[in-house]
């Protein structure tokens, strides 16, 4: 045996991957003679190692060593000039500010006496399962610092988090603190981020990593539509599939912040935690904070593999298992189903949601969601946030009547709920006009005609606890849709003194995770979907808790293609919902046939959002028949292996996805055209990820192929000949699918 697996103490955990991927083990190793950590798993290693100033020093990051390959011991990069220091140059694995430190540092304290300066240095180490937790220490105050690792076996994702404790006697202020700092050498890199607004998340920015920083956050308080903690680095170019790339993102739902720096040196490093902006907490001697995780995975298979890895481990380590599926099942796929907002608006009754019941029933629909209106004295946004008692000129006699029949129908019940909002016009604004987030003697600013509930305070979390609890206790409800519509502004917490206000950031979102972990505790089968606007809170963090997301108000089919596509870089299919809604849509007064809706929706988890009742016999067959066929094939989309195979974006005319069953057996492929122009043809599809020696047959799910193609062929066929979808596939806003299954 080589000396490196006798000398070093390895913690191994053989995880069984996907059908697909071929079970890695994932391993730490630490070897005391070069003072070397290392961790394998997937087709990645990781190694860092501690310095001779005692420093923690990133080593490699990169695709996956033999494991007879040593490290030297780590050694501090130079000072190349006396602007360039050796602290600097060096790439520090979480750097406190001090010494000189002019890039990003990690974690930036200050202490009772003005002294402002951290210096970490290693301590100690144990071995966790596939990880380390590693202990720093500054160079003369009492604050340690420890970095917590966990590699993920199958996926190669390593996950990293800080936890800052102050050991001193008198307080001191974590001024910003990152989960982690992720490093690559200078080199020329493409930076690929999503940003966006209300109604148009999940824009894919790719630009050249320049000298300098390139800030990516949220101040809001919450995660955001105008950016996502979410990053991909490809070396060079960013190609669909091939080549180098590292990629991560942030498991925290309030304000964060992403720094991506090329220093002095083209040296590049991406630091992401909490966002320094207005950041201040308090940490009084014996206290501790702990950062979100900073998730972070590397591949050679250009942004596909990117994606698949991630959604595979989001599949895998971040979502919620569903109740009673055995130990290691991943979630459910999504039920189909009906949302009652685009249809009625504020304005439901009993009768108007039995009435779109029956009709959702009818189409094949597994869940009925009643939407925002059903509470307090709400007729529109200007009353009742707050109030969570059923609305009795409405449901004279509550919920029950309407959720049993729902119940009668076959499908499940869902609720709307925005349990962090209050709207000035309600009982419990009047009577706790303190919860909301404000400054002391300012005009509170409204948006929605709504206030932000602090939720870091411990009454506010009971009360929302209370009713939340009650209302899934009272009812046979298996489904909440968590709304939360606006911003914070002024996030004052006025009961605090003024030195403590700023934990406000931390205290609020743990309020959220730990409400969200309580109600999932006591109603095990009740599942969360995580809406803000559309796709305002959408993280690894608010994935651990929730079971799907709302990626967009925006339901415009067209439109959904592209901010599908953009969503897919970071998130799986299984947890995007996509309603089909009614034609033409009010966002651009696109006119679309129910066909082609129903195929932009079944790229995600699919729902009906549309006023059925004004839908005509066609329309109906048209949904019932893609419903049955989409649940024929569902797992296989929501998660399967995606292939993005012609991008919707830069003005394309087509666009084209493929999700391949993890066990190659199925593949189901989605094509659409915007536009043709000039009679040109759609592009052949050349197909990915089957067994090339397998046999596929074709079988249209919607529109059909060339008269040449054939009924059967090799998954070499289909890869390197292609799928042609001939002349007849032409026109504006045309759709089609179809399904390979293996015979
Ligand atoms: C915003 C959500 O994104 C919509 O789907 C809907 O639930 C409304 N809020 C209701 O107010």
Redesign the pocket.
């Known amino acids: 045996m080589h000396p490196i697996l006798k000398t070093f103490s390895i913690a191994l955990a053989l995880t069984v991957g996907v059908a697909s991927v071929q079970a890695q083990a994932a391993a730490a190793y630490y070897e005391a003679a070069t003072k070397t950590f290392r961790l394998d798993g997937g087709n990645t290693t990781y190694a860092f190692g501690v310095n001779s100033r005692g420093e923690l020093q990133q080593l490699y990051w990169g695709g996956r060593l033999a494991g007879t390959d040593s490290f030297p011991k780590a050694e501090p990069l130079g000072e190349r000039t006396s602007f360039d220091s050796s602290f600097n140059n060096t790439p520090q694995e979480y750097s406190g500010w001090g010494n000189g430190i002019y890039v990003e540092p990690a974690l930036k304290v200050s202490f009772p006496d003005g002294n402002r300066e951290l210096v970490l240095h290693y301590v100690s180490h144990k071995m966790v399962a596939n990880g380390f937790d590693v202990e720093l220490k500054d160079v003369a105050k009492p604050i340690v610092v420890v970095l917590h690792y966990t590699m993920d076996a199958a996926t190669g994702i390593l996950a990293r988090s800080a936890t800052i404790e102050n050991r001193g006697t008198l307080a001191v202020t974590v001024e910003q603190a990152a989960a982690a700092a992720w490093m690559l050498p200078a080199s020329h890199y493409t930076l690929s981020y999503l940003t966006g607004r209300w109604g148009s998340e999940w824009t894919l920015n790719q630009e050249p990593v320049r000298a300098g920083s390139r800030v990516l956050e949220s101040r809001r308080g919450s995660t955001g539509h105008q950016a996502n903690p979410w990053f991909a680095l490809a070396a060079g170019e960013a190609t669909e599939d091939a080549g180098e790339v590292w990629f991560g993102a942030l498991a925290w739902s309030g304000s964060w912040r992403m720094v991506v720096e090329q220093d002095q040196a083209n040296a590049v490093r991406v630091t992401g935690g909490f966002n320094p902006f207005d950041f201040g907490f308090v940490l009084h001697p014996g206290q501790r904070l702990e950062t979100p995780v900073f998730y972070s995975g590397y591949t050679q298979g250009g942004m596909g593999a990117a994606s698949r890895l991630l959604h595979r481990f989001e599949l895998d380590r971040i979502l919620p298992r569903t109740a009673g599926l055995p130990e290691g099942s991943r979630p459910k796929p999504r039920p189909v189903i009906y949302?009652s907002?685009?249809a009625t608006?504020?304005n439901v009754s009993e009768a108007g949601q039995v009435a779109l019941a029956e009709r959702a029933a009818a189409l094949g629909v597994d869940r009925f969601v009643m939407?925002?209106?059903w509470f307090g004295q709400r007729k529109d946004?200007h009353a009742g946030l707050g109030d969570w008692y059923v609305n009795k000129q409405k449901f004279p006699n509550g919920l029950k009547p309407l959720i049993d029949k729902v119940h009668a129908l076959g499908m499940d019940f869902g609720l709307?709920v925005?349990p962090e909002m209050v709207n000035p016009n309600s009982d419990l604004y009047r009577q706790h006009p303190d919860w909301v987030l404000a400054f002391p003697g300012r005009p509170r600013m409204e948006q929605?005609n709504q206030l932000v509930l602090n939720l870091a305070r411990p009454d506010v979390r009971a009360y929302l606890f209370g009713f939340l609890d009650k209302v899934l206790t009272e009812n046979d409800i298996a489904f909440l849709?968590w709304?939360y519509?606006r911003n914070w502004s002024q996030p004052g917490w006025d009961q605090l003194p003024a030195g403590e206000q700023k934990r406000v950031y931390v205290d609020y979102v743990r309020n959220l995770y730990s409400i969200l972990t309580e109600l999932r505790r006591k109603h095990p089968k009740v599942e969360i979907e995580s809406?803000?606007?559309?796709g305002g809170r959408v993280d690894l963090g608010i994935l651990r808790l929730t079971d799907e997301v709302?990626a967009?108000?925006n339901t415009d089919p067209y439109d959904r293609l592209i901010q599908q596509y953009g969503f897919s870089f970071a998130y799986t299919p299984q947890v995007m919902m996509a309603w089909v809604t009614d034609s033409p849509h009010w966002e651009n007064q696109r006119a679309t046939t129910v066909a082609y809706r129903m195929l932009s929706s079944m790229q995600g988890s699919l729902g009906i959002?549309a006023n059925i009742s004004k839908w005509g016999p066609e329309d109906v067959a048209t949904a019932k028949r893609l419903i049955a066929a989409y649940k024929q094939v569902q797992p296989a989309i929501a998660q399967g292996d995606l292939y993005r195979l012609i991008a919707p974006t830069g003005g394309s005319a087509f666009s084209a996805t493929e999700n391949v069953k993890a066990d190659k057996s199925q593949a189901v492929v989605f094509a659409f055209i915007h536009s043709t122009i000039e009679g040109y043809p759609y592009p052949v599809l050349k197909l990915k990820g089957l067994d090339p020696a397998a046999e596929y047959a074709l079988t249209a799910i919607e529109g059909k192929a060339d008269k040449a193609v054939p009924a059967v062929a090799s998954g070499a066929w289909w890869m390197n000949h292609g799928l042609d979808l001939g002349a007849d596939f032409h026109g504006d806003f045309q759709a089609a699918a179809f399904r390979l299954d293996r015979k």
Do not use: A
């Open positions: 949302n907002w685009e608006g504020f939407d925002d209106g946004d709307w925005e929605r849709k709304d519509n809406c803000s606007g559309g709302w967009s108000d959002g």
